[in-house]
Nanobody, 123 residues
Framework: QVQLVESGGGLVQAGGSLRLSCAAS????????MGWFRQTPGKEREFVSA????????YYADSVEGRFTISRDNAKNTVYLQMNSLKPEDTAVYFC????????????????WGQGTQVTVSS
């Protein structure tokens, strides 16, 4: 069992930045690939970014490439999502998730999910 708790969401103006954090407890953190997804009302949850167990590999959706950076600190059992140059279309509930594998990009590969944190970008 893995518990994931996101934090760092909030309201920011377009062009601003936020850093999301996801703290994990339970099994050894470095055995899990980690990912970030987001969801807006009436839409399916979409992939944002993922990182390998070791942190050596990172992956991004085209819509956030170059603006968002995923990282992890295995000593702190935490994964981060640094979000820069935010746009109103980035407004969503952001979820972190874990997958007991080297890397995962598809939603169905992830086993555990956090409760989500709201990010709102005003124009």
């Amino acid at each position: 069992q893995v518990q994931l708790v996101e934090s760092g969401g909030g309201l920011v103006q377009a062009g601003g930045s936020l850093r999301l954090s996801c703290a994990a407890s339970g099994r050894t953190f470095n055995t899990y690939a980690m990912g970030w997804f987001r969801q807006t009302p009436g839409k399916e949850r979409e992939f944002v970014s993922a990182i390998t167990r070791s942190g050596g590999g990172t992956y991004y959706a085209d819509s956030v490439e170059g603006r968002f950076t995923i990282s992890r600190d295995n000593a702190k059992n935490t994964v981060y999502l640094q979000m820069n140059s935010l746009k109103p279309e980035d407004t969503a509930v952001y979820f972190c998730a874990s997958a007991l594998t080297t890397i995962a990009l598809r939603e169905y590969r992830f086993d555990y999910w956090g409760q989500g944190t709201q990010v709102t970008v005003s124009s």
